[in-house]
T-cell receptor, first 115, second 115 residues
Framework: EPEVTQTPSHQVTQMGQEVILRCVPISNHLYFYWYRQILGQKVEFLVSFYNNEISEKSEIFDDQFSVERPDGSNFTLKIRSTKLEDSAMYFC?????????????FGPGTRLTVL | AQSVAQPEDQVNVAEGNPLTVKCTYSVSGNPYLFWYVQYPNRGLQFLLKYITGDNLVKGSYGFEAEFNKSQTSFHLKKPSALVSDSALYFCAVRDSNSGNTPLVFGKGTRLSVIA
């Protein structure tokens, strides 16, 4: 069964450093998402991406964040200058279609720890 | 704006007993409702969804959920719990009247099935 994969599983970085979180969505999916979950809190939407551009983003997704699909398989989330409050589990997801009733398939997450 | 409430942080049930994980929602239009499960060190796995039609929805691993419009609820149920059902369960909603809105998640309920 096809799966969304994410690397690394755990990333530790110093405050102010740049990090890139990587995701490989399911191959025939066209819509990609990033979510995050701060420890003990809700899963929160960050951004959705389709046809090489951002479809929608939340207020969390400020200028420090960017997303890219550098090739036909990877989907990346970059945080330019990490802050302590960026420490969270980051989930990538993909869906075959954009319709609201399409379920999204999630990766296992990357745990980001900012020191 | 849409929202989801999962009133219980933790649900404990004995193996073989029925289980219920509660979820209530708030949307301005009609809801699309989803349940996801997260096992340790794994991503969110899709369990089931309600789009329209029959209020009782059946999903993976013997789970089902009942959509109740008057109570704005979408409780997850299983007639006979297994120890392997122990995991973190998330309810999520999208508003069908609001275009490509992000999934909005509840904070999750940890289910513990005791042998």
């Amino acid at each position: 069964e096809p799966e969304v994969t994410q690397t690394p599983s755990h990333q530790v970085t110093q405050m102010g450093q740049e990090v890139i979180l990587r995701c490989v969505p399911i191959s025939n999916h066209l819509y990609f998402y990033w979510y995050r979950q701060i420890l003990g809190q809700k899963v929160e939407f960050l951004v959705s991406f389709y046809n090489n551009e951002i479809s929608e983003k939340s207020e969390i997704f400020d200028d420090q964040f960017s997303v890219e699909r550098p090739d036909g398989s990877n989907f990346t989330l970059k945080i330019r200058s990490t802050k302590l409050e960026d420490s969270a589990m980051y989930f990538c997801a993909s869906s075959v279609g954009l319709a609201d009733y399409n379920e999204q398939f999630f990766g296992p997450g990357t745990r980001l720890t900012v020191l | 704006a849409q929202s989801v409430a999962q009133p219980e942080d933790q649900v404990n049930v004995a193996e073989g007993n029925p289980l219920t994980v509660k979820c209530t929602y708030s949307v301005s239009g009609n809801p699309y409702l989803f349940w996801y499960v997260q096992y340790p060190n794994r991503g969110l796995q899709f369990l089931l969804k309600y789009i329209t039609g029959d209020n009782l929805v059946k999903g993976s691993y013997g789970f089902e959920a009942e959509f109740n419009k008057s109570q704005t609820s979408f409780h997850l149920k299983k007639p006979s719990a297994l120890v392997s059902d122990s995991a973190l369960y998330f309810c999520a909603v999208r508003d069908s009247n609001s275009g490509n809105t992000p999934l909005v998640f509840g904070k999750g309920t940890r289910l513990s099935v005791i042998a």
